[in-house]
């Protein structure tokens, strides 16, 4: 075959090869809209596994080797903020209770931030800013500047997509147990009985009907409730009760502070995700089976292996593309002349 001849059929194969990459990427952004399914993605992605409830039930010093504490300094503006005098106190769950009433200073519901946790606290509470996601995330960042152990705990409407809810649990030194703190709907969840705010577990276990019904309590009377009518607090938590999942660690700081995390993340939240989860930093996730929820997981399952096997596949059309191109340039047109350096 003569070298133009050649040229002629590795521009057709290119062009090929580049059709079918534009094919997968089509594809993956179809599956990616509205952005509930885009959190589906990324949950597929990051999905690792299942954990029984009895699994979940650990303490921080007792806590699973990969679940990934924080590990990275708290940043200067997050340290000097929890260093106020006013969050100076004795005990992680009455130091935790000061942190959240201080995000709730202008609950005003005034939809999601998406941005790096120093933003995000600050459009909190000056502008009245932040969905569930954000809260968490920030209240996280905070707890750890503090010295306070968390957790983030989310439920799911959809079969893990985008429509669920995040909330925050923290370790309490004093009673060593779990205590769940929902700070944007406002809401502790009490014993019956003795009144004692319950652990993120114990709550999902009354909803289930496996001990009596907490009682779902404002936690700052200062600031609004997810729900002027209680009984519709009881249903919208109990809707999600079968899909509850625990994120795989609290290394909110490690995340933001990846360049490539905060590069993309300027564009967009979704590809700030992204990155995340191509550099590593991103949360795992780990599903609280039960047999309501066994089909959606497998649907899970499956997802996160289409995914991987598209991203094999886009990646051996990019080393192809790749080839073909050296191989154009080192073999140019009529004309033209290949570089063979000095």
Known sequence: MSASRRRVWLVRLLKLDLAVLLLLVAWVLSQAVPSSEAVRLRNALVLDGTVSAAGAEWSPQQAPSDFRFEQHKPSEFFQRLTDRPEFKLEG????????????????????????????????????????????????????????????????????????????????????????????????????????????????RASLRGERPMARIAQFNPAARVGFVIPEKAVAYYRKGMDQWYLWWG??????????????????????????????????????????????????????????LLMGKLAAGLLIVALAIGIALKLHPSKGGRAFHGR
């Open 92 to 203: 992680s769950w009455v130091r935790a209770q000061a942190l959240g009433r201080s995000l709730q200073v202008k609950l005003e519901d005034k939809g999601a931030i998406m941005k790096g946790l120093e933003e995000s606290y600050t459009r909190i509470v000056e502008r009245g800013e932040g969905y569930c996601g954000d809260f968490a995330d920030v209240f996280t960042a905070m707890a750890y500047a503090s010295g306070i152990a968390t957790r983030q705990w989310s439920f799911s409407f959809d079969g893990y997509g985008g429509n669920g809810h995040i909330f925050n649990e923290v370790w309490d030194d004093k009673a060593n147990k779990w205590r769940a703190l929902d700070i944007f709907n406002n809401y502790v969840f009490l014993d019956p009985e003795s009144g004692e705010a319950l652990s993120a577990l114990e709550f």
């Open 250 to 307: 609290n290394h909110v700081f490690t995340t933001d502070a990846n360049p490539a995390v905060d590069m993309l993340g300027r564009i967009s939240r979704h590809a700030g995700q992204l990155a995340a989860i191509a550099e590593g930093v991103q949360p795992r996730m780990r599903i609280v089976e039960t047999p309501a929820s066994s089909a959606e997981i497998a649907r899970m399952l499956e997802l996160k292996e289409r995914l």
